[in-house]
């Protein structure tokens, strides 16, 4: 199992949108529609914004958004916001009940 | 509202065992609807799922730390454990306890605060 890839950073400027991706292969990303996502703020722990590729849980900002073409999954951020600035992670089931998390993206509101 | 808590020692020397303990709050680890899971992450790195349990004490690892990972539940006391053998400097991480719902959907919307781990001599 080798993570998820993701770019390492990202930008954006406030009210803009951004997309971060996340490309696997066909045992994960492209095998099932099981991708979450995850906001880290520093020192803090992850906190899910994105569950079975789209969904969106309660108190999660309709701003955030999951989508997923073949093997790569994306996360849109739009309106971007100053309090958006952490790190995302994706996460994908692998198959063998197993999961496998991205390398992370640091997301920077200039 | 569910709360998880980990706890364990800070330091482990290299080769031994890492042991740390996750307490659960406002919810039991008898449920049958979650699993409690373990991730990692090291120092200014990303995360790692280690591994999961279920209630009925039914495991699954990550197979690049299979070999030295035991976890384990305690119900009378509603905690689950995590257990990393034969240490090296790799292993200094951040480790955090989760709930998640099945073993497919990658739902891990409920976290410990996360404990750090350093493996030094």
């Known amino acids: 199992q080798s993570a998820l890839t993701q770019p390492r950073s990202v930008s954006g400027s406030p009210g803009q949108s951004v997309t971060i991706s996340c490309t696997g292969t066909?045992?994960?990303?492209?095998?099932?529609?099981?991708v979450s996502w995850y906001q880290q703020h520093p020192g803090k722990a992850p906190k899910l914004m994105i569950y079975?590729?789209?969904k969106r849980p309660s108190g999660v900002p309709d701003r955030f958004s999951g989508s997923k073409s073949g093997n790569m999954a994306s996360l849109t951020i739009s309106g971007l916001q100053a309090e958006d600035e952490a790190d995302y992670y994706c996460c994908s089931y692998a198959g063998s009940y197993t999961f496998i998390f991205g390398g992370g993206t640091e997301l920077t509101v200039l | 509202q569910l709360q998880l808590q980990e706890s364990g020692p800070g330091l482990v020397k290299p080769s031994e065992t890492l042991s740390l303990t996750c307490t659960v709050s406002g919810g039991s680890i008898s449920s049958t609807s979650y699993y409690w899971g373990w991730i990692r992450q090291p120092p200014g790195k990303g995360l790692e799922w280690i591994g999961s349990i279920y209630y009925s004490g039914t495991t699954y690892y990550n197979p690049s730390l299979k070999s030295r990972v035991t976890i384990s539940l305690d119900t009378s006391k509603n905690q689950f454990s995590l257990k990393l053998n034969s240490v090296t400097a790799a292993d200094t991480a951040v480790y955090y306890c989760a709930r998640h719902p099945s073993m497919t959907t990658v739902t891990l919307r409920y976290w410990g605060q996360g404990t750090l781990v350093t493996v030094s001599s």
């Open positions: 066909s045992s994960d990303v492209g095998g099932y529609n099981y």
């Open positions: 079975d590729v789209s």
